[in-house]
């Protein structure tokens, strides 16, 4: 069954698996309306969960709510999206790309639309959540819009864009959101998330995507599958998500690993043994596919140090959102060209390379964080930043390639697959990165004010009369000297705390500086390995895909 039967295509233009658009021959005027459109969804999917991470304190303080409610915010998001994007391969293959398009794109202005005008804890929550589903359908939609502008040679370069490009979306947000949020009204988040929704439903119903073909393609057993991985999934997010800020100590958070392993567990068993697997697990647990995630997953680790290192250093020295206006509008200009570069160079008989120049480039930057003091600021990152922000979208187009190349040679049933092996080593490696840079940022910090306090003695003269000079500043306050001393005193505390914190953050940048260059002599051993003995791994699947080309023609 096909929504393609009333067109006729010839072979070449015909969807490469069901679920995915045919790729007719365009004109150029359409070629640049798909491309422009393209562009539009691929940012507003990115900024689905970026305005989200950008604004998170702000949202907390107009809900009125704590930290570790704020976390759930993001954790939901994250719980349901790291599932959805591979189940909704086979939901486009059953019931067709244009019907999928329009049932998410009205669910996306619906749930824009709820923010707007019931602002709640609970309404957020349930946003997010429903948004995590919503925006892993968008991101292969703004691709395949990318991909129609292209010719059939680059057309998989228009996935590496349109994913590249959600990606930008998160410094651009940060450049911008001080901007919305100028009067203090969070609901302006809100209607610009509208309104971006509106745009992209005008933008889709002026020029939809050609038609798709459709098969049945899901089985009772997928089914059983998603009840267990699902779950699986949502309670190994919410520990990374949580563990740091409830402390990793709770009960809950041990129930609640133990359930995970046992439901991912038993999902994959039921997949292993399955005739027609969704979840191929003998693909997976392949020496390639294995390389591939863990690669994938060790860069977002690394990565951590731009989203979570250099903007919480930054929070402890008194920077805000305004003051980062400059850093990110740095950052995205770098991300935008590591973007365009790494189309540019990239080569599929040397995928590697990519991947060993980003974790160079990781190492050079980390290092050169790692001298920060209290008097650093935005200014004093933004080479180093830059040269972060090149690095983390420079790997991912060669990163993708590799998992599309093995997944394609073997065949569309394979997608669904890779889809699972890359969105959760993305998403599991982030969360994990910030999970253990958060818990080593932690222990450095108490290591480092013990130490610092240890030097601390009342006695002391120099610090008598720092006492005396920060109890100073409640003079005309406070009469009692004994006040103005505790007063001191506590003022102190929060100046050794300061210190100790940047300290830890020093740590955590030398931590992944160093992570970085074990990866960069395991990786970059394993790639000046091929290059010398000449071997392309990836020449098996390359052939395989030229043969079902030419026999699509």
């Known amino acids: 069954m096909a929504e393609a039967d009333a067109y006729q295509f010839k072979p070449h233009e015909r969807p490469f698996m069901p679920g995915s658009p045919a790729t007719p021959d365009h004109p150029m005027p359409r070629r640049i309306g798909y491309a422009l459109i393209g562009v539009l969804i691929a940012l507003t999917a990115g900024f689905a969960n970026s305005l989200l991470v950008a604004n998170l304190q702000q949202i907390q303080g107009a809900l ?154 899901f089985e009772r057993l997928d089914f059983l599958t998603l009840a267990l991985f699902a779950p699986g999934m949502a309670l190994l997010t919410a520990v990374l998500v949580q563990g740091r800020t409830v402390w990793w100590t709770q009960p809950w958070i041990g129930y609640a690993t133990a359930a995970a392993i046992v439901l991912i567990g038993a999902a994959m068993l039921v997949e292993h043994n399955r005739a027609n697997p969704m979840l191929n697990t003998r693909w997976m647990r392949s020496a390639a596919i294995l390389r591939f995630a863990g690669v994938a997953a060790t860069m977002r680790i690394l990565l951590a140090e731009q989203n979570f290192g250099s903007i919480a250093l930054l929070q402890v020295t008194g920077m805000g959102p305004e003051q980062l206006v400059g850093l990110f509008a740095v950052v995205t200009g770098a991300t935008l060209a590591g973007l365009l570069l790494s189309l540019v160079r990239l080569d599929t008989n040397d995928l590697l390379r990519p991947v060993v120049v980003s974790i160079t480039l990781i190492m050079i930057a980390a290092f050169m964080d790692a001298d920060a003091t209290n008097l650093t600021r935005p200014a004093n990152l933004y080479l180093s930043q830059a040269i972060m922000g090149f690095a983390a979208i420079y790997f991912l187009g060669s990163t993708m390639m590799v998992g599309v190349l093995r997944a394609m040679s073997k065949g569309p049933s394979h997608m669904v697959s890779y889809s699972a092996v890359f969105g959760i080593s993305q998403t599991i490696g982030g969360l994990a990165g910030s999970a253990v840079l958060g818990t080593f940022q932690y222990l450095r910090t108490r290591y480092h004010l013990q130490q610092l306090a240890s030097g601390i003695v009342a006695t002391d003269p120099q610090v008598a009369a720092r006492l005396q000079q920060l109890g100073g500043a409640y003079g005309r306050v406070l009469g009692d000297p004994a006040l103005r001393q505790a007063e001191g005193a506590v003022l102190l505390t929060q100046q050794l705390t300061r210190e100790a914190n940047i300290l830890a953050y020093n740590d955590v940048f030398m931590l992944i500086g160093t992570l970085a260059a074990i990866a960069l002599v395991l990786v970059g051993g394993f790639w000046l390995s091929l290059r010398i003995r000449g071997i392309n791994p990836l020449a098996g699947e390359l052939a395989a895909l030229q043969a079902m080309r030419a026999n699509r023609q």
């Open 64 to 217: 009125g709510i704590t930290s570790v409610e704020a976390n759930w915010i993001t954790g939901v998001y994250s719980m349901t999206n790291v599932c959805a994007s591979f189940m909704l391969i086979k939901v486009r293959q059953q019931f067709g790309l244009q019907r999928v398009t329009r049932f998410f794109l009205l669910g996306f202005v619906l749930l824009a639309g709820v923010q707007v005008f019931v602002q709640s804890y609970p309404t957020e929550i349930m946003v997010r959540a429903l948004t995590g589903i919503i925006a892993s359908g968008f991101t292969p939609l703004g691709f395949f819009y990318i991909m129609q502008s292209l010719s059939a040679k680059a057309r998989l370069m228009g996935m590496i864009l349109g994913i590249g490009l959600s990606q930008v979306a998160l410094p651009l947000a940060r450049v911008f959101s001080p901007l919305l949020l100028a009067s203090g009204d969070i609901q302006n988040l809100y209607i610009f998330e509208f309104g971006l929704a509106l745009l992209c439903l005008g933008s889709i119903a002026l020029l939809r995507l050609p038609p798709s073909e459709r098969a049945q393609v």
